[in-house]
């Protein structure tokens, strides 16, 4: 009797348990924020934008997640068990376009929702993506802070990523095209420090001594940046060599304020993970449905227009300088 | 004359050929002062190589020292930021006993427990990268977090060489008298070269090595310190791959993987090949595309160089034996 009695209980749990469990499949749309590496302020400020728009929207499950250093092969890994805890939708801030594409069909596949923002995927391997800005935007930006301090044109060089970063290499081919509005500036080169403090340090030294009159240094890399900003101020050149581009503000409160950057640009990268989440989840619930020419809502942000190649603009990128960082460096 | 045969000397013609090679594309990169500053730039490399060394030697290998300056440097970017008013003197003191105390978590288990040293620091690299994480909350350390005194001192000029600078130098003479003048330095040659001898010569294998490991984790410790106050910035990915430059380091400099032989010299000298090449692709022009493959080409040149000079010839004994028959 009591052993019967025993079972009993067990299965009206395992049945309460089943019930439940099944109840918030169906409330919670659970959406999965990927980024290129955990432990980056960016992504961590746009986890938190994540977080918002879960809040805002109510019945949202947010799952942060990302390789714990930036190869394509780590985010596979993390998009397979993503296609094996069946989410409803992956938003995903690529470190190769292609190499995370076929994971990220087979995603599709299951039916589960993907989008790529930030860094982009190739378009077989999502529906939509939301760049943080527009890349001309971005790219004009970026010559536009170094022109501001140069009135009289001069030097500048392009400290990037790694040679295979997407969103660097798209930018610097924007503001190429539009060097043609600054016919005093010369871009001299372009050095590539691999996201890496000592090597982007170390490419800045070079580039400081393979072009004596340098006046200043684009680095559109948050590492970059700030490996840039210490290298001219330890080569004493503040006041000479300008170190300007996209950086965190948190990040860059110290180059402010020793003078080796004057200004530098980034949008809100809280902004960006919350617009990535509205989209993935309007797009998840069908309230909208991806295509050339669609409409998605982001939320407090307006809408996104889709292009022809599904790709969407957030924002413009914002300028930071010694007037504002105080305000902003303890936000991101 | 023997010394002109050397591995030392020949490495060390190879890096004035490559200063020659590059003064060529670009005459500044001889300059003295300019030499001082790759030799500073490949302080950090040197020191971390000498650890390495001392392991390599009693035929282990570290692969965790990278991660081990990581943690270092995060816990004492961390501890700066929270306790402005520490002096540094403290702060390396801390960064010099958590990087031995890692570095001794390493030799005890290859010690205790027999486990292959590649395993075990393999394990504890993932490990020491994943403390990290948790105790920095994936957020940086920046440079307006840290106090001034905290980022002045490797930069800090002492007769026109920096701190940094003064530190190699230091530690290269003090480890060069370990290895050629104490028991200890002796004993990393004898577990190297022939573990099964060295038992029967009265050495404890498993302690020697433990050594071997708390060294390497001690430099990679103050290394740790000079390297977040020298970028100004702490964050979870910094050195990262840096571990199998410190072997390449190593292996250029002539020290055998199979353990028991390499000098002091030889080590110093292939840390500077490497931060020469480093320092000079920057500058020569050099498509970034390529450097990578420059980079490792090198490496391997070197290597097959080594592996050749190495290469003793089988002798011949029994010369009556052979003609007999």
Same mark, same amino acid.
């Given at each position: ?8 209980? =067990? ?21 999965? &924020? ?35 250093? =930036? ?32 994971? &990220? ?14 860094? %982009? ?17 971005? %790219? ?23 040679? =295979?970063? =997407? ?46 009159? &340098? ?23 503040? %006041?000479?060599?300008?170190?300007? %581009? ?36 309007? &797009? ?49 | ?15 004035? /050929?490559? /200063?020659? #090679? ?35 030697? +009693? ?47 390493? @030799?005890?288990? *290859?010690?205790? /427990? ?59 003479? #003090? ?8 028991? /200890? ?16 010569? @009265? ?40 571990? #199998? ?19 002091? +010299? ?19 022009? *050099? ?8 980079? @490792? ?16 010839? @089988? ?11």
């Amino acid at each position: 009797m009591s052993i019967k009695r025993r079972t009993f209980t =067990t299965l009206t749990a395992a049945a309460a348990l089943f019930a439940g469990n099944a109840a918030l499949a169906q409330d919670d749309v659970r959406i999965a &924020l990927v980024v290129k590496a955990l432990g980056i302020g960016f992504f961590e400020a746009a986890a938190e934008g994540a977080e918002q728009a879960a809040e805002e929207l109510g019945n949202v499950e947010i799952i942060y997640t990302g390789p714990t250093d =930036t190869t394509a092969e780590g985010q596979i890994e993390v998009i397979n068990s993503l296609i094996a805890q069946q989410v409803d939708a992956i938003a995903i801030s690529a470190n190769d376009p292609d190499a995370v594409a076929p994971a &990220l069909q087979r995603a599709m596949q299951r039916g589960i929702t993907v989008i790529s923002w930030d860094s %982009g995927v190739a378009p077989e391997g999502r529906e939509m993506h939301l760049n943080p800005s527009s890349n001309p935007l971005i %790219g004009r930006t970026i010559i536009q802070l170094a022109a501001d301090h140069l009135p009289e044109g001069g030097q500048v060089a392009l400290l990037s990523a790694t040679t =295979t970063s =997407t969103n660097q290499n798209i930018w610097i081919e924007e503001m190429n095209k539009v060097m043609g509005d600054y016919p005093d500036i010369e871009v001299v080169g372009t050095v590539y420090g691999d996201d890496l403090a000592d090597k982007s340090y170390r490419e800045a030294q070079g580039l400081m001594q393979t072009y004596p009159d &340098l006046d200043a240094i684009i680095a559109p890399t948050s590492v970059g940046i700030v490996a840039a900003a210490q290298a001219v101020v330890d080569a004493g050149k503040v %006041g000479e060599v300008n170190v300007t %581009g996209l950086g965190l503000p948190s990040e860059m409160a110290g180059a402010i304020e020793s003078g080796a950057s004057r200004s530098f640009a980034i949008w809100n990268p809280i902004d960006l993970g919350y617009a990535a989440t509205m989209l993935a989840y309007n &797009l998840a619930t069908d309230a909208a449905e991806a295509g050339p020419g669609a409409e998605v809502g982001m939320g407090r942000l307006g809408n996104a227009t889709l292009d022809d190649n599904n790709e969407a603009a957030m924002a413009e990128p914002f300028t930071y300088d010694a007037s504002n960082i105080d305000q902003f460096k303890d936000i991101f | 004359m023997a010394f002109l045969k050397s591995r030392e000397a020949i490495l060390a013609g190879a890096i004035l /050929l490559l /200063l020659a #090679l590059i003064a060529w594309r670009f005459p500044g990169f001889v300059a003295p002062d300019n030499l001082a500053r790759v030799f500073n730039d490949t302080s950090p490399l040197i020191l971390l190589a000498l650890g390495q060394m001392a392991v390599i030697l +009693t035929r282990c290998i570290d692969l965790s020292v990278a991660a081990n300056l990581a943690l270092t440097g995060m816990v004492c970017a961390m501890v700066n930021a929270a306790a402005p008013g520490l002096p540094v003197p403290v702060i390396i003191a801390m960064a010099l006993a958590l990087g031995a105390l890692m570095g001794a978590v390493n @030799g005890l288990l *290859v010690w205790t /427990l027999a486990i292959p040293p590649i395993v075990v620091t393999l394990g504890t690299m993932t490990i020491y990268r994943g403390i990290i994480f948790v105790i920095s909350d994936g957020q940086w350390v920046n440079s307006h977090e840290m106090s001034d005194a905290f980022k002045a001192l490797p930069r800090a000029e002492l007769l026109g060489l920096p701190v940094l600078s003064w530190i190699a130098l230091v530690v290269v003479a #003090l480890f060069a008298l370990l290895i050629v003048r104490t028991p /200890l330095g002796r004993a990393f040659y004898a577990v190297g070269g022939n573990p099964g001898a060295a038992v029967y010569a @009265g050495l404890n294998v498993g302690r020697t090595q433990f050594w071997a490991f708390t060294l390497s984790g001690t430099l990679a410790g103050l290394t740790g310190y000079l390297w977040v106050s020298r970028y100004a910035v702490a964050y979870v990915d910094i050195a990262s791959g840096f571990e #199998l430059e410190v072997v390449a380091a190593c292996v250029i400099g002539g020290i055998s993987i199979a353990g028991g032989a390499g000098t002091v +010299t030889g080590v110093v000298l292939g840390a500077l090949f490497l931060g020469i090449i480093k320092n000079a692709l920057p500058v020569v022009n *050099v498509s970034p595309f390529y450097q990578l493959a420059i980079s @490792g080409g090198a490496i391997i040149i070197a290597v097959a160089f080594n592996a050749r000079a190495s290469r003793s010839r @089988g002798r011949v004994i029994l010369k009556s034996a052979e003609h007999a028959s």
